[in-house]
Structure formats: C-alpha cells, structure tokens
C-alpha cells in the first residue's frame, strides 16, 4: 500500500490531463496486482476509454492488454474480444502495429479462453513484445508516470 499511498499523494500535483490518464492507468495495474479487481477494472476502463480518445494506439492496446487479464481471471473472458474488436475499429488499417496487435490478442484469448487465470509472465511477455513492435516502427509510448 506504500507504493500506492506515495502515488495518491503525487497525483494531487499532476495538471496535465493526459499525465493523469496515465496515473489513472498505473493505479489500476496496482489495484488489479493487489487483488482488488473492480476497482481495478473501473480505473482500467476510464484510462482506456480516455487513451482511445487521444487516438494514442500503443497505450490503448497495453491498457487493453491490461484490463483483458484482469477480465480473464474474473472469468470473463468472453468480453475481451470486444476489446481488441474496438481497438481495430478506432484505428482501422491507419497504423500497421495493427495487425501483430490482431494476432497478439488473438493468441491470448485462445490460449486462456477456459482459463480462469492469465499466467502474469505470459501477459508480460505479450506486453513486451508489442512495446518492442511499437518501438521498432517508430511509435511512441509515453511512460507510466512514478513506474
């Protein structure tokens, strides 16, 4: 509870809105690792809904990424297609990351879809291979504010 008490206190200096989306985001990780899943999935859906909104593709997948594991062990599973689907639908064929984040998700919904829990190095391998893909075509990825 440290971690997230020294990040409460620091969001209160925050005036940037998208810094705060990113907090928002970060809050929600630690909810999720800490077992409190809806708050977890409020704080991962308002991060997400407002990175869709500043058209930002590489966090907007990583977020979603994040609230799909979260769906996943609350035995939800069917909901995360819907996620990707909207991802693919708000950025349409402008950015070509696309189509690895297709097959990206596609592999974690077959791979846990009559799972009741998404292995945490499984997803972090996911995660890290997109952050490579983004990186690698030349996409920028602001980082986690306090992470």
Do not use: K
């Not at 945490?120 to 890290?128: E, G, N, V, Y």
């Amino acid at each position: 509870m440290t971690i997230l008490s020294e990040t409460w206190r620091q969001y209160a200096q925050v005036r940037d809105d998208r810094e705060q989306v990113r907090i928002c985001w970060l809050e929600g990780r630690i909810w999720t690792q800490l077992g409190q899943r809806e708050e977890a999935e409020q704080l991962l859906i308002a991060a997400r809904r407002n990175l869709i909104a500043e058209l930002s593709l590489c966090e907007s997948l990583l977020c979603s990424l994040d609230l799909a594991v979260l769906l996943i062990e609350s035995g939800r599973a069917a909901e995360v297609p819907q996620l990707f689907a909207e991802i693919a639908e708000t950025f349409m064929a402008a950015h070509a990351a696309l189509d690895i984040a297709r097959r990206v998700s596609a592999q974690l919904v077959a791979e846990t879809e009559c799972a009741q829990e998404v292995p945490r190095p499984h997803a972090t391998a996911a995660a890290a291979m997109l952050r490579r893909v983004f990186r690698a075509r030349g996409y920028r990825i602001e980082s986690l504010p306090f992470a």
